[in-house]
């Protein structure tokens, strides 16, 4: 499953957001978490309106994976400012996962 810069694959989401999320919850929470955060993720993406830009289409998909996240995480008994922390978190790790996915390869050997 490839990933470019303007694609959030709901499977690359809900794993990143379980990994961040396994460090502020028990295991067995974070993991059994992953397959709501997918369909959640997924009955909110045909709401989004075409976006012309690939930046735009980033942000209204990450946008969405921060709604679905709050909605699972409100649902799985988390208080509202907890999720929020957590969504901050998860939502931040899950840009720089994107941008490293989507950085040349050649690029990256060059600074590392």
Do not use: W
């Not at 499953?1 to 028990?26: D, G």
């Amino acid at each position: 499953m490839q990933i470019n810069s303007f694609t959030l694959v709901p499977r690359f989401f809900a794993r990143t957001a379980c990994a961040t999320l396994k460090q502020q919850l028990p295991q067995y929470l974070a993991s059994a978490l992953e397959p709501s955060l997918t369909k959640a993720y997924l009955k909110r993406l045909p709401e989004l309106t075409a976006e012309k830009t690939i930046g735009a289409k980033l942000t209204m998909r990450l946008v969405v994976a921060n709604v679905a996240l709050f909605d699972v995480l409100l649902s799985a008994g988390i208080e509202r400012a907890q999720a929020i922390e957590m969504i901050a978190e998860t939502i931040s790790m899950i840009q720089k996962e994107s941008k490293e996915v989507a950085e040349p390869s050649s690029k990256r050997i060059k600074q590392g």
